[in-house]
């Protein structure tokens, strides 16, 4: 996933992430790649709303530690400004 980004293959990358979303609902990753793909093509506020939803995923599951949650949160900020 992170090398089709690095490539610049986000219609493939963002194909990855919805595959992980449906094969794997209870993991956080395919969320979380997919806010990197829409940061990764300067989709900012899409990106953002991403991260949200990673933040919200987090705190939604046991075992997501507060750094985690506060980094995907600190950094759908960062896109917002």
Do not use: H
């Amino acid at each position: 996933m992170i090398d089709l980004i690095d490539a610049e293959k986000f219609d493939e990358a963002e194909s990855v992430c919805n595959e992980l979303k449906k094969r794997y609902p209870d993991q956080v990753d395919g969320i979380e790649r997919m806010a990197m793909v829409y940061e990764a093509r300067g989709e900012k506020e899409e990106a953002a709303e991403y991260y949200l939803r990673t933040a919200e995923f987090m705190r939604s599951k046991p075992g997501f530690d507060k750094e985690g949650i506060e980094w995907a949160i600190d950094k759908a900020n960062e896109l917002k400004t």
